[in-house]
Every structure is written in C-alpha cells, then in structure tokens.
C-alpha cells in the first residue's frame, strides 16, 4: 500500500477561508419512502450515458467537475473497486451522511462472492446499512461506532471485531500509520467543484481524512440532499506532528478551513448517483423522567451563574446523542440564560428548538441528526439556520484541546454509574457492548463542566442505574463533575470517595434500592479504606441480571435503613 504522503496533492492547511455560496437550485430531503428509494436504487445503477438529459442538466448543476461524465458509474460497477480485504472509510455520522448506494451494492457483491473489508466511518450509519453489511458476513473490523441491533449482536458474538475508539482519535491513528492504511473512501457528497472539491452532506465526520489518505475515492453524489448545505461546512486538517500548528478555533462560529474537502481530482475513482435521505433520529419526546433531570440541570447552572463562576450565557454546551441527552438540553429553553453557544459533536432537534426560542447564538458540530418531525421543516428552511451553523470534521469538533480551550459544559448519557462516581457508557454487565463509548470521552476529561445522566431504573425497575461497582468504566471518578438522575444532582467537585458516596447514593439512586446501596456502603466503610469496597459483593448485583434478568432481589436484600445525607457535604450557598 502506498503512503500516505503520495496519496494526495493536498496537504493539510491551517489559512481561513470564507464559505462558498450555495448552487442556485434549492431542494429539501423529504422523509424516506417507498416511493424515493424505487427512484434512489434506479438512479444508482445508471451506467454512463443512461441519463435523460433533465437528469444530466440536474447533476451538472451539482458537479462542477468539468469530466465528471467519464467518471460516473453505477454503484455496482463501482463496488467492483473494493476487494477482499481492504480498508474501507465511509462516510457517516450519527445516522447522518452516510453513502447509501455503495453499502447496498457491496451487501448483494458479498452474498454472490463471498469477502470481508474492514470498515471504518466517522460513527454511526443510518439506513440499517451497518445491520445488513454485517448480515451478509462482509464486515471483518469495524470502527469506532455504531448503533445497530443486528451488528451489536455480531460484535458481542465475535463474528466482528469491533474497535470501540474515542472519536477524535480514529484519523490521527490513521494518518500516522497506526492503522491499516485506508484502500478506498466512499464519501457522500451534495456537490462537487470545479477543481474536484468534495462538498458533504449533512455530516462531515471522519470523511475528510479519509477522502485525503484513500488510494481512490468514489464519490456518491446525493440530488436529494438541501442545495443550502453548500457553504455550511468548515474544511481543516491539522498539520503532520512535529509541525502541528494550534488549531485557531477559539469560539464555536470560528471559520478557519475551507467550505468543501479539498481534492485532487485525478483520485476520484467513480462518481455514482443517488437520491436518498439519512435515517430519521429515534429520539423519544421529554417525558416526566427527562424534564425533572433537565430541572436538576437548570438549577446547577442557575447555581453557577449566582456564584459567579458563569455567565448567564454560561459557556458552549456539548450534548451526545440520544433521547435523555437531547430532552436535557431542550429544558434549558426554561432557563434565564440568554446568547448560549453550542460545540458539539452532533445538532439534534434541541438544537433547533433552543435556536428557535431565541435561546442559542450559533452551534458547531460535525452532523445534525433530527427526527422525522424537525426534518420536515428543517430541510426545506435550512437557509433561515445557515449564520448560525457550522458543520467541522470530528477531530475538530471534539479535539480536547479546543474543547478545554472553549471550556465546554459537556451533558452525555450514562449506562450506569457507581457510588463513587465511574461511568460506564458502553458495556451490559460489563460484557456486551451496546453502541460504544462515542464523543463522551473526548469531552468528559477535558469539558470545564462534565455532566452524566441517565435514568435511575432500567428495564422496568429491574435494573438500578446506580450500583456499588460499575462493571466497565469508560470514564472514571476523575472525569466526572456531576451526576443527574431523576431523583436528584450529586455534585463531585471537590469531594473525596466516601462523601461522593452520600451523594451519589442519597441523590441519585431509586428509593427502592437506596437501602442496598446504604447497607453496602456502610459495610465497606468498616472495613476501610480511601475507595472503601467488598470486592466479594462489588459485581453482585450484575450477576443477578447474568442469573436471573434481573435485580430485584436487592430491593429486600437489606433493610430501611436511615439516610446518609448528615454525612453528605452540601452544595455551596449561592449567598455565600
């Protein structure tokens, strides 16, 4: 395989540019339909010279690129460029971007000869690719993340090896050969430049990266997607390490790249048609649950502000997928902050609707993932949403060291945590991987604010969220300022093991198994210790659910016992 030095002309840069304007066509992405996708997969098998000529005068205002003609495929002639066993990047980010022609024409490739690739994105895919790549046995790696019931259960069956990776690091390992070099790319692209400039879709992930060190990129060139994503993107790639620059983003709107991923165009090895849109969000509407955590919230940094430590502006705020962190971040519309700011990883729908309350200045983040509510209105008035938009590769947008330098309030979702305060994002009974621990990492240890919630009770009541010892731990005690659940705030800053316990346990776990959690505690006080634990009782809890399903047993395990609150520091008083 070649080096990455030869792959491409382009180099990695570090001068401003200003956002290109967008084609003059406008276009929406309506809602995936049967209707759309019969259009999507014809479009995507057309050879050269199969286009009408209203198809061939929409794609020219698309691509730019003078030749394109010689260069477009069908996606199944384009699958014939990937081989058993090479480094495949793909495009694709929280079910947002992802090629969607290519996957399927590799799924049917696999099925007729039998091959395997590893397979490396900027995270999740939407469509249900991920599940039937893994169905038609092609996928030997893959990495950093995803959210596939059907891969998840290849993954903790050993069929897949799966690299659960903090997403900023995926490309610097790649780009310094501490990867398997990367073969081909496959990049969705809304358009194409004159010069061969790769313009995203609704994600920009790891693709610009990948598209640079790639052997060959095939290019999906995605009519349905809004004509206004052109100029939405910001393009930079660090310099080679020693001659790493700082990266100049010093405030969520800073532009310091370029609005497309810069090409060469002699790498681009097909172009293949498509209409398509991204999978909906799954995102549930705030329920009770939510709006009391989001209440919590509210009140920390309402907290805050009064003891001087925050604006009412507070400072960027980070939220990770998912419907708890999502229902989070909308509470703060109830909030008095005013002109707040947002670098993160991916815009939801909260994203929206604090812009639309006239809550949020501007957002950055690396892909905008919303329900097939908010996508109604989205798509077709994205220009009213461009000032105040940014979408960056994802090394950007969850660099620690911009992350640090903007000092984040960062509100991510745990699995469980324990009574000291370790998080585990990832693993069922510390075993079976769930989707993977994502951004959470890279803005957890570097966030000025770093907040998990989750939910006290899984499963119906059978599972507490809150154990005395986490089973897997992806971010530990020393990365965690705060805890939320519906019941209440454990607030860790400044306190040592034994009173994060009191808090942890007083204000977080349910009632129904706050005795438990005392009598452990309580029991490995007395045999000491700075993290006190009874290592023959730590993961009982766990093999109740690996036993039983469940562990309900632990509700009556032990006996009312009183609270530890006397024990337990309490928060600073905002008059003090």
Known sequence: MSSSGSRSSVTPHAPSASAASPSPEASAAPAASAASSEVFSLL?????????????????????????QSRQMSASKAAELIHDGMTVGMSGFTRAGEAKALPLALVEKARREPFSITLMTGASLG???DGQMADAHMLARRMPFQVDPVLRRAINAGEVMFMDQHLSETVELLRNHQLSDMNVAVIEASAITADGGIVPTTSVGNSASYAILADKVIIELNLESP?????????????MRPSRQPIPVVAPDSRIGTPYIPMDPARIAAIVLTRGSDSPSTCTPPDDGTQRMAGHLVELLKQEVALGRLTPALLPLQAGIGSMANAVMSGLKEGPFEHLTMYSEVLQDSTFDLLDAGKLDFA??????????????????????????????????????????????AVNTALEFDIYGNVNSTHVCGTRMMNGIGGSGDFARNAQLSVFITKSL??????????????????????????????????????APRERAVQVIENCSDPSYRPALRAYFEEACQRGGHTPHCLEQALSWHREVEVKGHMRAMRTAAEPSPSLAGAAPSLPDATA
């Open 44 to 68: 995507a098998r057309m050879e050269v010279g199969e286009l009408t000529p209203e198809q061939h005068a929409e794609v020219a205002r698309r691509c730019r690129l003078p030749d394109w």
């Open 127 to 129: 469509n249900d690719l």
């Open 227 to 239: 004509a206004a994503l052109e100029g939405l993107h910001d393009i930079y790639i660090p310099q």
């Open 364 to 409: 950055s983040g690396s892909s905008i993932t919303v329900t097939e509510e908010r996508g109604r209105t989205l798509w077709k008035d994205l220009e009213r949403y461009r000032d105040r938009l940014i979408l960056r590769p994802q090394e950007l947008s969850n660099h620690p060291g911009i992350v640090r330098r903007l000092g984040v309030i």
């Open 458 to 495: 899984a499963k119906g009541g059978d599972i507490s969220s809150v154990v005395p010892f986490a089973s897997h731990v992806d971010h530990t005690e020393h990365d965690v300022d705060i805890l939320v659940t519906e019941h209440g705030l454990a607030d860790l800053r400044g306190l």
